[in-house]
C-alpha cells in the first residue's frame, strides 16, 4: 500500500453537505474515509452508498455493542453497502466477535475490526469501571479475544500499536485514531501520537480528524500527513 492508501479521513460532522464538500476538495488524493455515527444518523446510509459510488473505501466505525443477532444483522447491511471495514466492541465479548465475523462471510471485501479500549480512556477510566491492569493490559487482552474469534484486526491508540504488531503479527490490521501532526492537539484522544510514530509502530491505518478536516487547506494537510508517512 502507499501512504495515501494507509490515511483515513475521518469525516466527522453532523450534516452531509460538509462531508461531501471535503471529499469533493480532496479529490482523487484520498480514497478512504471513516463515518461514524454522527454522520450516519444525521445523512443516513445513502451518503455511505454516495460514497462507494465515487469508488471511496468506507471505514463504517459502528462500534457495534449488542447480542449477536443483532451485531449479525448490522454486519449484513454494511457489507451491504459496500464497506470495507466494520468494527465490533471487543467488551462485548467473543459471542458478538464471532456472530460479525460470521455475517462478513458474505461479503468478500469486509473486514471486521474489534474496538479494544477507546483512545479517550485511560488507566483511571478502567479502574473506575472495575477493570484491573493498564490500558495497555485490556488491549492486549481484548485483541487476544478478537484473533481467537476471527477478527481481522483490531483498532487501538497508535501507543498499543508494537505490542500488537508483535502480537498479532504481520498480517493483521491494525488502525489507529488519535493521529495528528506535531504541533496539532488531538483534544478526543489521551493515547495519541503522530503519523509516522504510529506507523513506524506497527499501525496498518491511521485515523486523522480535525488535522485533515478542519485544515485552511485540507489537501494540503492530508499531503503532509502522507509525506510524515513517506518518511
Given amino acids: 500500500m502507499t501512504a495515501a492508501q494507509r490515511v483515513i479521513v475521518a469525516l466527522d460532522f453532523d450534516n452531509r453537505a460538509?462531508?461531501?464538500?471535503?471529499?469533493?476538495?480532496?479529490?482523487?488524493e484520498c480514497g478512504f474515509y471513516k463515518v461514524g455515527l454522527e454522520l450516519l444518523?444525521?445523512?443516513?446510509p445513502e451518503f455511505v452508498r454516495w460514497l462507494v459510488g465515487r469508488e471511496k473505501r468506507v471505514f463504517l466505525d459502528l462500534k457495534l455493542f449488542e447480542i449477536p443477532n443483532s451485531v449479525a444483522g448490522a454486519v449484513r447491511a454494511a457489507g451491504a453497502l459496500g464497506v470495507?471495514?466494520?468494527?465490533?466492541?471487543a467488551m462485548g465479548g467473543r459471542g458478538i466477535l464471532a456472530a460479525a465475523v460470521g455475517a462478513a462471510k458474505e461479503f468478500p471485501e469486509l473486514r471486521v475490526l474489534a474496538l479494544t479500549v477507546v483512545t479517550s480512556m485511560t488507566d483511571a477510566d478502567l479502574a473506575e469501571l472495575g477493570i484491573a491492569g493498564s490500558t495497555e493490559t485490556q488491549v492486549l487482552r481484548l485483541a487476544r479475544l478478537a484473533r481467537a474469534a476471527g477478527c481481522a484486526g483490531v483498532v487501538a491508540s497508535p501507543q498499543e500499536a508494537a505490542l500488537l504488531r508483535a502480537e498479532l503479527g504481520e498480517a493483521a490490521l491494525i488502525v489507529t485514531p488519535g493521529v495528528a501532526q506535531p504541533g496539532v492537539t488531538a483534544t478526543d484522544h489521551a493515547r495519541a501520537a503522530t503519523p509516522q510514530a504510529a506507523f513506524a509502530a506497527?499501525?496498518?491505518?491511521?485515523?486523522?480528524?480535525?488535522?485533515?478536516?478542519?485544515?485552511?487547506?485540507?489537501?494540503?494537510?492530508?499531503?503532509?500527513?502522507?509525506?510524515?508517512?513517506?518518511?
Fill in 41 to 44: 444518523t444525521a445523512a443516513g
Fill in 202 to 231: 506497527g499501525a496498518s491505518h491511521l485515523v486523522v480528524g480535525r488535522g485533515v478536516a478542519r485544515a485552511a487547506d485540507p489537501p494540503a494537510a492530508f499531503r503532509l500527513v502522507c509525506a510524515d508517512l513517506a518518511r
Fill in 18 to 28: 460538509a462531508a461531501e464538500a471535503l471529499v469533493e476538495r480532496l479529490g482523487r
Fill in 84 to 89: 470495507s471495514m466494520v468494527t465490533v466492541h
